[in-house]
């Protein structure tokens, strides 16, 4: 048990350490992009694992308190606060209509919110007996 925890925490810490070293590379060391790279490479991994476990715990606690529907958005927002403060980079949500339209030739991608199936369905009937069946076929 304590072996697991001690291994975990020391490769934590080495990841962290190896992320922080090549930052410093990066910075001591401009004329190589490989160091600047791989240190945002590992940075928004950890960012990225971070802010899904917030998500977790995010979207249990909001289903607690009946705002399931913002757990999607926190967990956006906090990756786009990690993102910003350990790889730099910023996420810019922009009006969208402008870019639908695009000039010939242009390529576009677009980024879209996958729909959520509606909040309250009607209950699928349960068939208990016959009576139930020919009642709702009528």
Same mark, same amino acid.
């Given at each position: 048990m304590y072996s697991t925890i001690y291994y975990s925490l020391l490769s934590l810490a080495l990841y962290l350490l190896t992320t922080m070293a090549l930052f410093i590379m990066s910075f001591v060391l401009p004329t190589i992009p490989l160091f600047g790279f791989l240190a945002r490479l590992l940075a928004s991994y950890l960012s990225l694992l971070l802010c899904a476990t917030y998500g977790v715990y995010a979207s249990l606690f909001l289903r607690l308190l009946g705002k399931h529907r913002l757990a999607q958005w926190t967990v956006?927002?906090? &990756?786009?606060? $990690?993102?910003?403060?350990?790889?730099?980079?910023? &996420?810019?949500? $922009?009006?969208?209509q402008e870019h639908h339209t695009s000039p010939k030739g242009k390529k576009r991608v677009l980024l879209t919110f996958h729909p959520n199936p509606p909040a309250h369905k009607p209950p699928r009937p349960y068939i208990q007996d016959p009576a139930v069946i020919l009642r709702h076929h009528r």
């Open positions: 956006a927002r906090s &990756f786009d606060l $990690v993102m910003r403060y350990a790889t730099g980079v910023r &996420f810019v949500v $922009v009006d969208g």
